[in-house]
């Protein structure tokens, strides 16, 4: 659980113009077997992908599969801390009381995406 908190992304996208989903990604530089036992672990169908870019070369795993975050929403329940405990809590409660809305999913996404621009502003309360 540790490990996606700092490597994890729970989040909301965009399919298409009036449909929003939830998502959750996950990535990793170096180790592809992790990702691939967190895959089965949550019962993730979609496969790890290896990616490069410029400055980085690393693995991701990400789903919108509705039975993948089903799975991920049990596994995380009550488990999570700081910052990425807001997020996902906020996350969670929308895929149960909002899916489906575009409205409230679009307020939602743009909750969590306001959360992760204050979150280092936050870090720096303690120096």
Do not use: C
């Amino acid at each position: 659980k540790g490990f996606v908190e700092t490597e994890g992304s729970f989040y909301l996208v965009s399919k298409t113009s009036t449909r929003i989903v939830h998502a959750f990604g996950i990535t990793q530089k170096l180790d592809q077997i992790v990702l691939e036992g967190i895959r089965l672990v949550l019962g993730i169908s979609t496969k790890v992908v290896y990616k490069k870019n410029l400055n980085n070369n690393f693995y991701s795993l990400d789903t919108t599969n509705s039975r993948a975050i089903t799975n991920i929403i049990d596994a995380f329940n009550n488990s999570m801390k700081g910052m990425k405990a807001v997020e996902y809590r906020i996350w969670s409660k929308s895929f149960n009381k909002s899916k489906g809305s575009y409205e409230k999913l679009f307020k939602i996404r743009e909750q969590i995406r306001n959360l992760r621009l204050i979150r280092p502003h936050i870090s720096n309360w303690s120096k």
